[in-house]
């Protein structure tokens, strides 16, 4: 079984066939992982036994009736994410140790339709970064290049998914990432809406940017796996109750009808020449598919990022005030006489560099004197490139964009330098401070042999023009030698 | 307000870090620098503009007042780095 191509859509139709069963094919994917995964390094943990054991529970499952979904798919997923029982690091030192006692709600939605979970996948510490080279625990290379970084934060699912040793796996996009490692690696992203996937269980970062989202190789996979988890949860008030429509069966047809908007923010000075000619040479291809393509405009795209790096620091600042030694992960074995001690020293030796380069930036932004001058205002910001998207919006269906400036970066290039790192994410934080949803889809190589990723954009909740817009332009792209 | 005042020693007690004097010079390097990007939000004029804390407000979502069961402790307390009897321990708070 050749596991490096294999999409969930094949993996479900094959295991009703009863052409091979879930231990087959989870088999696969361990053997796949043995094989390549010493010098990708896309997984922090795997427990073969555990993962063969669900995998003959769900052969059990299917022998005595059963038929979820995604019954015996075996899925990555990024270590941010509680499944019970399994370890949950956010690769960082200071949940080491640590085991989730519950699953969060996208992976009881996945476990109720029959998914295994095989394994845990690097990220940046806490999705952290763009890179996933803050990741306290190991480096993760890039499949289609191992001397380049996966991009990130979700670079360990992205290198799974593209390097053949998952069938698809789960990501947080807090900035763009999902989006920009799948575009960095060569496989699809998908963020949902605010709102449309519970954040229940999801180590909270910044809490009212992060979504939880599949990383696939095909657009008809991701719909498959929302549609499994998106909706309401009573555990998590800030998903909305919305039906969820049967994203994969509404894919199929061309684009005609669709009008789709070019930000002219987007295709500016800085943009990689190769990024730009294949993004182009997608717009192209969804013109071809039937699509009328229009020029607008989102004059606040130059402030989106100062505006989401406040936000998200002093979110972040906040909720990683829970790691303090006491009650889970590690706790500094430096004898300490008073509690403040032993936050303090649990706190330096367990949070790596950029966590506390976030935390220290998050903290002054709320600190008095300064939380107007740099927080209310970020806010306030926030509202205009809102509104930027709501005019864009009017007057088309959906927006494509490059999803990053560059293709990957050689490993230890922006190690020096944060702003530089922060900027990699200038296409993407808008749709997370917009609250919209967003697509990363493969466009194709550089002469480097490195993939890139159209972005297409969508109002909040329209997951489904999303979609079928990604689906369409992939069916395009796979016709055409 | 200039972004070189942060004193970044100050903040990391805000924050209940400790920085080794390495990570205090690097960031009293850096974070001003981040600051200084930042200033950039000065140039739009925001007077009037409601601010957008989430991307879709939602308040008092509220659920039926039934009680439910939550984490038994043991699975609570399972991965405390110090426990006694059915607690978390930590260094004495009260003064003896």
């Known amino acids: 079984m050749d596991i490096g191509s294999l999409t969930v859509r094949a993996a479900i139709d094959g295991l009703r066939k009863r052409q091979f069963s879930s231990v087959e094919l989870t088999r696969a994917v361990l053997d796949a992982i043995m094989a390549r995964d010493g010098v990708i390094g896309a997984y922090l943990w795997v427990d073969e036994a555990d993962a063969l054991k669900q995998a003959a529970a769900a052969d059990a499952a299917r022998a005595g009736g059963s038929d979820g979904l995604l019954l015996g798919v075996p899925l990555a997923i990024k270590d941010i994410l509680n499944v019970e029982g399994q370890p949950c690091t956010c690769a960082s030192k200071i949940l080491a140790g640590y085991r989730a006692p519950y699953d969060a709600t996208v992976i009881a939605r996945l ?19 763009s890179t996933t080279e803050n990741s306290a625990i190991q480096l993760t290379r890039n499949p289609a290049a191992p001397d380049r970084v996966p991009g990130g934060s979700s670079g360990g699912s992205a290198a799974a998914v593209a390097g053949g040793m998952a069938l698809a796996a789960l990501g947080t996009d807090t900035g763009g990432s999902i989006r920009q490692p799948a575009s960095n690696c060569g496989c699809v992203g998908l963020k949902p809406s605010y709102g449309r996937v519970s954040r229940y269980g999801l180590v909270a970062f910044a809490s009212s940017l992060d979504q939880i989202g599949p990383m696939t190789r095909t657009v008809e996979d991701a719909s498959l796996l929302l549609g499994v988890m998106g909706g309401r949860d009573p555990r998590d008030a800030t998903t909305l109750d919305r039906a969820v429509p049967d994203y994969a069966a509404a894919l199929g047809g061309d684009l005609t009808g669709l009008r789709l908007g070019l930000p002219k923010e987007y295709f ?8 730009a000619r294949l993004v182009q040479d997608a717009v192209e291809a969804c013109r071809r598919c039937g699509a009328e393509i229009v020029e607008v405009s989102l004059p606040h795209t130059e402030y989106a990022v100062a505006t989401y790096y406040i936000l998200a620091s002093a979110e972040a600042s906040t909720n990683l005030a829970r790691f303090d030694g006491v009650r889970y ?5 430096v004898p300490a006489d008073t509690p403040l001690d032993m936050y303090l020293n649990t706190r ?8 506390k380069r976030r935390i220290i930036l998050g903290t002054y932004v709320l600190s008095s ?3 107007d001058a740099y927080y209310t205002h970020a806010q306030r910001v926030r509202t205009l490139i809102r509104r930027d998207f709501d005019e864009a919006f009017k007057r088309c269906d959906a927006l494509l964009t490059p999803v990053s400036p560059d293709p990957a970066y050689l490993i230890g290039a922006t190690a020096e330098d944060p702003l530089k790192a922060y900027l990699i994410d200038i296409f993407t934080v808008t749709a997370n401070l917009a609250g919209i949803c967003g697509i990363a889809v493969p466009c194709g190589t550089t002469r480097a042999g490195l993939p890139v990723g159209l972005q297409v954009l969508a109002p909040a909740f329209e997951e489904g023009t999303l979609l079928r817009i990604g689906h369409a332009y992939e069916q395009a792209r796979e016709a055409r030698p | 307000m200039a972004a070189e005042e942060i004193d970044v020693a100050y903040v990391a ?18 974070i001003p620098v981040i600051l200084a990007y930042m200033e950039k939000l000065r140039r739009l004029d925001v007077s009037g503009i409601e601010p957008t804390s989430h991307g879709h407000p939602v308040y008092n979502v509220l659920r039926d007042d039934v009680p439910t069961p939550g984490l038994d402790a043991e699975r609570a307390l399972a991965n405390a780095p110090a426990r006694m009897r059915n607690t978390f321990k930590v260094p004495r708070i009260v003064e003896s």
Do not use: H
């Not at chain 1, 500016?268 to 990024?275: A, F, I, K, M, R």
């Open chain 1, 111 to 129: 476990r109720e339709a029959g998914a295994v979970f095989a394994g845990r996948t690097n990220l940046d510490e806490f999705a952290m970064g």
């Open chain 1, 268 to 275: 500016v000075t800085g943009l990689d020449p190769e990024v």
């Open chain 1, 329 to 333: 992960g590690r706790r500094s074995a």
């Open chain 1, 348 to 355: 330096a030796e367990g949070f790596g560099r950029e966590v």
């Open chain 1, 369 to 371: 004197g300064y939380y």
């Open chain 2, 13 to 30: 007690q805000l924050a209940t870090i400790r920085l080794t004097d390495e990570e205090s010079r690097l960031f009293q390097r850096q």
